[in-house]
């Protein structure tokens, strides 16, 4: 099996992650780049040996963020043959445009033979959306509670699974929209919030602007800034080579000023009413 | 490898769609309106000997929301692209949609065949013959999906659906409230400059309702005026 060699941070298996008796069928939403799949499950490696694969240009990136996010949620015990794993360790991290995790995995007990998921039910959609605004932000709740407002108390139930208003899911998508090309655009996400927008002492910073609801300003104020947001080149069915942008392609708000309209009359004559 | 995103969504291309005009007509135009009887004329003939074949069609509103209107007044000219069925030569054009770039395929326009849009027909028209002809609205997923295969077939690039809708959402919210105002009976030509005015209330009061539209629509909706009374007797 071929991997990335690419470093990561390992960490514990949730707590969450108890034994239960319960099956639960947990398909991947893709194929694991280098990594084959069987019946849509994991083929493990070798117990005590830790593998890294690099998950690479997803789209549409809130699927895979999805998935995984939900896959966190289980302990996958997968039969292969004779051969009984167990996931010990999976963590997410997401590197500017990268998922990256890392799976431990050891021998099971040998009477264990059914397979089993531990699952905590899946999250609504808008829990994974608050839970990836506060990831990309570097924000705590109580500090994004601000920018809706609610209280801090409120913001930490949408991640746990509490639907928010329609008003503020709209706001949580416009955030979400914004702050996944602020990561293609500067290093640190959580500085550029909080410094000044722009040079001088009596700037806001891009966060006291985003709580006084002037996102489009910050949408201007990166787009400037080079992304590094990628491309995905790809033959379609019918031979052609096409290419899939990755990233806004927003730009300035600009509307043609009614002074400018031209009332062509070289071409329509005198049209009147 | 084929596609990494569809090039149709899932749910319905239309917001409304018609036989016969008017579809919403309070809604101001957007890119993917789609009009009737509308004269597209292309200039064929020979080089010593143009001539100007005219053709009613029905035909889809190609302009940018920020340039197909300037302020609050639709521009005199208006890019247009023909609407009409498959061609025969063109059986075999279906799902997923892959090749005839130049084509995007109107799912749920007519019940009783394939029409599509043909972005290699392009024409430009006097805004008078698109007034009060209008048949169909796409729906936000329709307009990202037109965004997406136009980019294609201008550029050969193009952003996902989702991505392309994200980026309007602005406009979309919007067209919705500016759509509201129309229905409460103001008139239409009077709601960019209130749009543009400061918001009264809320947690973004002073702030222009332009600037705001993305994190507060709501507390735009809330702060539209009421119908204005009927006229006396």
Request: charged share 25%.
């Given at each position: 099996m071929e991997t990335a060699p690419l470093a990561t941070e390992l960490h514990s298996?949730?707590?969450?992650?108890?034994?239960?008796?319960?099956?639960?069928?947990l398909p991947f939403a893709w194929s694991l780049g280098g990594v084959m799949t069987i019946d849509g499950g994991l083929v493990l490696p070798e117990a005590g040996i830790t593998e890294t694969v690099t998950l690479n240009a997803w789209a549409p990136p809130e699927t895979r963020i999805l998935s995984l996010t939900n896959y966190c949620g289980y302990a996958p015990l997968h039969r292969l043959g004779d051969v009984r794993r167990e996931v010990k360790g999976l963590v997410v991290r997401l590197v500017s445009g990268f998922m990256m995790f890392e799976v431990e995995c050891r021998p099971l007990d040998a009477h264990r033979d059914e397979l089993l998921f531990t699952?905590?039910?899946?999250?609504?959609?808008?829990?994974?959306?608050?839970?990836?605004?506060?990831?990309?932000?570097?924000?705590?709740?109580?500090?994004?509670?601000?920018?809706?407002p609610v209280e801090r108390e409120t913001y930490q139930r949408w991640i746990t699974g509490s639907p928010p208003s329609s008003a503020n899911e709209e706001r949580l998508l416009a955030i979400r929209h914004f702050l996944r090309e602020l990561t293609h655009r500067v290093s640190n996400v959580r500085t550029w919030l909080l410094a000044p927008l722009v040079d001088g002492a009596d700037s806001?910073?891009?966060?006291?602007?985003l709580k006084g609801g002037r996102l489009a300003e910050l949408w201007d104020a990166i787009a400037d800034l080079p992304s590094t947001a990628g491309r995905q080149t790809y033959v379609a069915s019918d031979g052609s080579t096409l290419t899939e942008l990755q990233g806004s392609r927003r730009g300035r708000d600009l509307r043609t000023p009614e002074e400018e309209l031209d009332d062509y009359a070289e071409w329509l004559g005198d049209d009147g009413e | 490898m084929s596609s990494s995103s569809p090039w149709l969504p899932e749910e319905p291309l239309f917001l409304e769609v018609a036989q016969t005009p008017e579809v919403r007509p309070h809604r101001p135009w957007n890119q993917g309106d789609i009009f009737a009887e509308v004269p597209l004329a292309i200039t064929a003939g020979s080089k010593a000997n143009p001539t100007v074949p005219l053709r009613t069609a029905c035909a889809m509103l190609m302009g940018n929301p920020c340039s197909l209107r300037g302020g609050a007044s639709l521009a005199a000219l208006q890019n247009v692209a023909e609407v009409r069925p498959l061609k025969e030569k063109e059986a075999g054009f279906e799902a997923p949609w892959e090749g005839r770039w130049q084509l995007f395929p109107l799912l749920g326009f007519n019940d009783d065949q394939l029409w599509v849009v043909d972005f290699n027909v392009m024409c430009t028209v006097g805004v008078k013959q698109l007034t009060h002809r209008r048949i169909a609205c796409l729906s936000e997923?329709?307009?990202?999906?037109?965004?997406?295969?136009?980019?294609?077939?201008?550029?050969?690039?193009?952003?996902?659906?989702?991505?392309?809708?994200?980026?309007?959402?602005?406009?979309?919210?919007?067209?919705?409230?500016?759509?509201?105002?129309?229905?409460?009976g103001h008139r239409e030509s009077e709601f960019p400059s209130w749009f543009r005015e400061a918001m009264t209330d809320g947690p973004y009061a002073g702030t222009p309702r332009v600037d705001v539209i993305e994190m507060g629509p709501d507390f735009i909706t809330a702060e539209l005026p009421p119908a204005p009374p009927p006229a006396g007797p």
């Amino acid at each position: 099996m071929e991997t990335a060699p690419l470093a990561t941070e390992l960490h514990s298996a949730p707590p969450k992650w108890a034994a239960s008796e319960r099956e639960h069928e947990l398909p991947f939403a893709w194929s694991l780049g280098g990594v084959m799949t069987i019946d849509g499950g994991l083929v493990l490696p070798e117990a005590g040996i830790t593998e890294t694969v690099t998950l690479n240009a997803w789209a549409p990136p809130e699927t895979r963020i999805l998935s995984l996010t939900n896959y966190c949620g289980y302990a996958p015990l997968h039969r292969l043959g004779d051969v009984r794993r167990e996931v010990k360790g999976l963590v997410v991290r997401l590197v500017s445009g990268f998922m990256m995790f890392e799976v431990e995995c050891r021998p099971l007990d040998a009477h264990r033979d059914e397979l089993l998921f531990t699952a905590t039910p899946p999250a609504p959609a808008t829990a994974d959306l608050a839970r990836e605004v506060r990831d990309l932000s570097g924000l705590s709740a109580a500090r994004l509670a601000e920018l809706f407002p609610v209280e801090r108390e409120t913001y930490q139930r949408w991640i746990t699974g509490s639907p928010p208003s329609s008003a503020n899911e709209e706001r949580l998508l416009a955030i979400r929209h914004f702050l996944r090309e602020l990561t293609h655009r500067v290093s640190n996400v959580r500085t550029w919030l909080l410094a000044p927008l722009v040079d001088g002492a009596d700037s806001p910073s891009a966060f006291e602007v985003l709580k006084g609801g002037r996102l489009a300003e910050l949408w201007d104020a990166i787009a400037d800034l080079p992304s590094t947001a990628g491309r995905q080149t790809y033959v379609a069915s019918d031979g052609s080579t096409l290419t899939e942008l990755q990233g806004s392609r927003r730009g300035r708000d600009l509307r043609t000023p009614e002074e400018e309209l031209d009332d062509y009359a070289e071409w329509l004559g005198d049209d009147g009413e | 490898m084929s596609s990494s995103s569809p090039w149709l969504p899932e749910e319905p291309l239309f917001l409304e769609v018609a036989q016969t005009p008017e579809v919403r007509p309070h809604r101001p135009w957007n890119q993917g309106d789609i009009f009737a009887e509308v004269p597209l004329a292309i200039t064929a003939g020979s080089k010593a000997n143009p001539t100007v074949p005219l053709r009613t069609a029905c035909a889809m509103l190609m302009g940018n929301p920020c340039s197909l209107r300037g302020g609050a007044s639709l521009a005199a000219l208006q890019n247009v692209a023909e609407v009409r069925p498959l061609k025969e030569k063109e059986a075999g054009f279906e799902a997923p949609w892959e090749g005839r770039w130049q084509l995007f395929p109107l799912l749920g326009f007519n019940d009783d065949q394939l029409w599509v849009v043909d972005f290699n027909v392009m024409c430009t028209v006097g805004v008078k013959q698109l007034t009060h002809r209008r048949i169909a609205c796409l729906s936000e997923h329709g307009w990202g999906t037109l965004q997406k295969r136009y980019s294609n077939h201008v550029f050969r690039t193009h952003a996902s659906i989702e991505e392309h809708m994200a980026d309007s959402r602005r406009y979309w919210l919007e067209l919705s409230i500016w759509e509201e105002w129309c229905v409460r009976g103001h008139r239409e030509s009077e709601f960019p400059s209130w749009f543009r005015e400061a918001m009264t209330d809320g947690p973004y009061a002073g702030t222009p309702r332009v600037d705001v539209i993305e994190m507060g629509p709501d507390f735009i909706t809330a702060e539209l005026p009421p119908a204005p009374p009927p006229a006396g007797p």
